[in-house]
């Protein structure tokens, strides 16, 4: 079905035709249309013509205002201040689109044919180390861009640039090499790396006591392994000596390193995905490209660079300047793609990433969902690729930038012991707070406890992305659990009893269906619930377009808060006549359809029952 287009576009454009016939000397002009709490909407563009042609802003306004026909979608025109124009829209107009999104899958959302693709680098754990608070954010928010750009049709490539290279893994393999049963274990029914990428065991998303016995099992070994190596490390010079020959002979390619090297980031795979999987994200074996996947490429990178001037030498290491970037000293702090003993910096990986992906991958966007902290170096490694030639007005690279996950006391997130918080506890008391609430409301909904367990964590892990997703990327939020899972406020929670209620609702309405009746009056709720529903493919365009996942969590905040008022003020089931019931069932269920939309591109479930 084709796109449906909203009451704001249709207000719009009518506006701008009276304009151009009324004030044809003007040109096209922008209405500046936009909300108004003293009509549906009030169109601002007049004030700015007036200057223009040196008239009267309120003679002005009148001559348009007669020149717009209010006979279908504008019920009324009126000229308010110095030359405002406040515009009511009629009840069939809003009862009649919303109708036209109803009959459509995707509500009447345009999915726009792009020529483009976007290629986006999010939820980037490191092997052999465990995931902690601070990979939360890169992991929601990045999968949050990924399903509302492909619903907008955006075509989107995952990647997932894990940190699987460097000297450390020396010290690791050497420590194997010498001690070979350190990552034994059982792991019956783990999703081993490597299968089918469809199948439920090669993906999150799934749900399995297994999975999270393995991956717990899986990251016990690493850490065991990890402290080990690193005490004789840093105790023992002969294997400090045996593991840096062990580093030359992983970036020489040799078999058995390469092998003991490939154990581990299996390994980390098998707990990566059980930590997926608690956020009930899908990551997929074949989108993860980590540092390693690139390694044969560094080379050439830095010749490339070097042969077109954009890199210089200079004290041994190949260099990238930049005239706006200077250390305390006032000299210039270089972009290190190549160090003086010849290893090569996260710059020369960045970089041989976005050639592959820009070459091999045909995208014309890189989204980089990054900590904010690591900006500078993506403005240069940015600024260095379109030196080279890689990055051109075909091609745009992006950070989508995000800030740091703070305690209560506006710190970083730490346990009491200082020390980083694991991403699986975080998770794990999440969705144990929610089910404690779930179950207080249990008995009212009639939950079983095999649902109140599943709602529990639906709940606990949509708050824990809802606290993250609701606050623009790039600010600090404050990780407070006992807010996260309150039913009052700005909390998913909030969202997912809303839908819940009125899942509730179309339940007791037994055989009374929803129908649109576009000839009856609305109520003040009514109306102010319809024009809200009505501007959710307008929200997403606009979170698409600017990487704002925030705008769409608070668009469905205030779309359960119109909701709840609505139920307040306008009886469903006990309304005055069968039309009326039809009618307040049909916005009921539009409502409760463009909810569950949403929260789902958020990576957040509804629940029918809760």
């Known amino acids: 079905m084709a796109s449906v287009p909203s009451l704001a576009s249709t207000v719009d454009q009518r506006i701008a035709d009276a304009l151009s016939a009324a004030l044809p000397e003007a040109g096209s002009a922008d ?17 700015a013509l007036a200057k223009k042609l040196k008239g009267n802003p309120r003679e002005l306004a009148a001559k348009v205002v007669a020149a717009i026909p209010t006979e279908d979608v504008i019920e009324g025109v009126e000229v ?22 109803a009959a459509d899958a995707r509500l009447g959302v345009p999915h726009a ?12 754990p490191n092997v052999a180390k465990e995931m902690h608070v601070g990979h939360l954010r890169s992991a929601v928010i990045g999968a949050a861009m990924v399903e509302i750009l492909e619903f907008t ?7 997932h640039h894990i940190g699987d290279w460097g000297t450390q893994f020396g010290m690791l393999i050497q420590y194997l090499i010498e001690h070979p049963h350190e990552l034994d274990h059982q792991a019956a029914g783990a999703p081993r790396p490597g299968t089918d990428p469809e199948s439920e065991s090669a993906t999150s998303g799934t749900s399995g006591a297994d999975t999270e016995t393995s991956g717990e099992e899986a990251m016990s070994n690493l850490n065991r392994l990890y402290k080990a190596s690193r005490v004789l490390f840093d105790s023992d010079e002969e294997f400090k000596a045996r593991s840096r020959d062990r580093v030359v002979a992983l970036q020489a390619g040799e078999p058995e390193t390469l092998a003991l090297w490939q154990r581990f980031v299996d390994e980390s795979k098998i707990y990566f995905y059980s930590v997926f999987d608690k956020l009930d994200m899908e990551i997929h074996d074949p989108d993860i490209v980590g540092e390693s996947g690139y390694n044969d490429m560094l080379e050439e990178t830095c010749r490339l660079l070097e042969e077109s001037g954009v890199a210089v030498r200079s004290e041994g290491a190949l260099c990238v300047f930049f005239e706006d970037v200077k250390g305390p000293d006032g000299n210039q702090v270089p972009l290190i793609v190549k160090k003086s003993n010849g290893g090569y910096g996260y710059a020369a990986t960045d970089l041989s990433a976005i050639r592959d992906r820009v070459t091999n991958l045909d995208a014309t966007t890189l989204l980089y969902v990054v900590d904010a902290r690591q900006s500078l170096h993506f403005k240069m490694v940015f ?14 690279a992006v950070q989508l930038a995000f800030g740091t996950v703070l305690g209560k006391d506006g710190k970083p997130f730490k346990t009491r012991e ?9 998770l794990d008391e999440a969705v144990d707070r929610a089910t404690a609430v779930v179950r207080e409301k249990a008995e009212k909904a009639g939950l079983a406890e095999p649902e109140i367990a599943e709602n529990g964590r639906y709940v606990g892990i949509g708050a824990v992305k809802y606290a993250d997703l609701s606050t623009s990327a790039v600010r600090d939020y404050k990780f407070d659990l006992d807010q996260m899972v309150s039913l009052n406020g700005d909390t998913s929670v909030y969202l997912q009893y809303a839908y819940a209620r009125i899942k509730s609702i179309l339940r007791k309405a037994g055989d009374t269906r929803p129908a649109a009746h576009p000839e009856l009056p ?28 925030h705008k769409l969590a608070a668009y469905l905040y205030q779309l359960a808060s119109h909701f709840t008022t609505f139920y307040d003020q306008c009886p469903v089931l006990k309304a005055e006549t069968a039309e009326q019931v039809e009618n307040r069932l049909f916005l009921c269920d539009v409502t409760a359809r463009t909810l569950h939309q ?8 509804s629940p029918e029952r809760l």
């Open 598 to 605: 949403g929260l789902a591109l958020l990576g957040i479930r």
């Open 522 to 549: 609305l109520a003040p709720a009514e109306r102010a619930l319809g024009l809200h529903v009505d501007q959710f493919g307008e929200v997403l365009a606009e979170v698409a377009a600017a990487y704002e996942p």
């Open 113 to 124: 044919e792009r020529a483009g693709t976007t290629v986006i680098d999010y939820a980037q």
């Open 153 to 159: 049709g955006e075509k989107v490539i995952r990647r």
């Open 383 to 396: 600024e260095t690729a379109r030196r080279a030639g890689w990055l051109n007005d075909g091609v745009k």
């Open 31 to 47: 209405p500046l249309l936009r909300r108004s709490d003293r009509a549906d909407f009030q169109a601002n563009g007049i004030l």
């Open 80 to 101: 308010s201040g110095p030359g405002f124009l406040n515009i009511t829209v009629g009840d069939r107009a809003i009862i009649e689109t919303l109708a036209a999104r």
């Open 418 to 426: 200082g020390e980083t918080v694991r991403l699986q506890d975080l």
